[in-house]
T-cell receptor, first 108, second 114 residues
């Protein structure tokens, strides 16, 4: 069983829809990361958080430490949001565990 | 440009060969990493270096040897390449290992072993 589980694995949405990607983890963490991997392969760090909520543009990330759960929300989705979104957790000692990713396709 | 850069972008080689992938960051970060992304897009950490010292060495074959000549560089040398080594390898860096240190990734090196 993977230490980090993401859902859904694949997601197709119409442009403008509100999107939620979920991440659950089973280990004690220092921080949780949301990464975006573009179709070209490059990986960008979107958020790093250990509590509460962070917002950047149309992206919102929340985390509930007690429930060991995080969500990534995209408001007013756009085709350029199409990418793979990866949840990762970092532990003490700089250990990392990654989810298997959520492939998002936003249709115009 | 400030960035994490890794070379080469593509690497095609035959089984049994030895190859190296280079990584450099000019962000002034103290910590650098190597990750492997398999064909199912699953990322897994391989190595982590902090100020030129190894702090994580996951259970990777000892054919993989990281080398950090200084804290701005973390190169990955692979001996006796095998078919199963085919993957995309990502280098990344962070300022430290605490909450205020997001990861910055290189663009990846696609290794194909034939």
């Amino acid at each position: 069983k993977n230490e980090v589980e993401q859902s859904p694995q694949n997601l197709t949405a119409q442009e403008g829809e509100f999107i939620t990607i979920n991440c659950s983890y089973s280990v004690g963490i220092s921080a949780l990361h949301w990464l975006q991997q573009h179709p070209g392969g490059g990986i960008v760090s979107l958020f790093m958080l250990s509590s509460g909520k962070k917002k950047h543009g149309r992206l919102i990330a929340t985390i509930n430490i007690q429930e060991k759960h995080s969500s990534l929300h995209i408001t007013a989705s756009h085709p350029r949001d199409s990418a793979v979104y990866i949840c990762a957790v970092s532990l003490a000692g700089n250990q990392f565990y990654f989810g298997t990713g959520t492939s998002l396709t936003v249709i115009p | 440009d400030t960035a994490v850069s890794q070379t080469p972008k593509y690497l095609v080689t035959q089984m049994g060969n030895d190859k190296s992938i280079k990584c450099e960051q000019n962000l002034g970060h103290d910590t650098m990493y190597w990750y492997k992304q398999d064909s199912k897009k699953f990322l897994k950490i391989m190595f982590s270096y902090n100020n030129k010292e190894l702090i994580i060495n996951e259970t990777v074959p000892n054919r993989f040897s990281p080398k950090s000549p200084d804290k701005a560089h973390l190169n990955l040398h692979i001996n006796s390449l095998e078919l199963g080594d085919s993957a995309v390898y990502f280098c990344a860096s962070s300022l430290g290992t605490d909450i205020n240190s997001p990861l910055h990734f290189g663009n990846g090196t696609r290794l194909t072993v034939t």
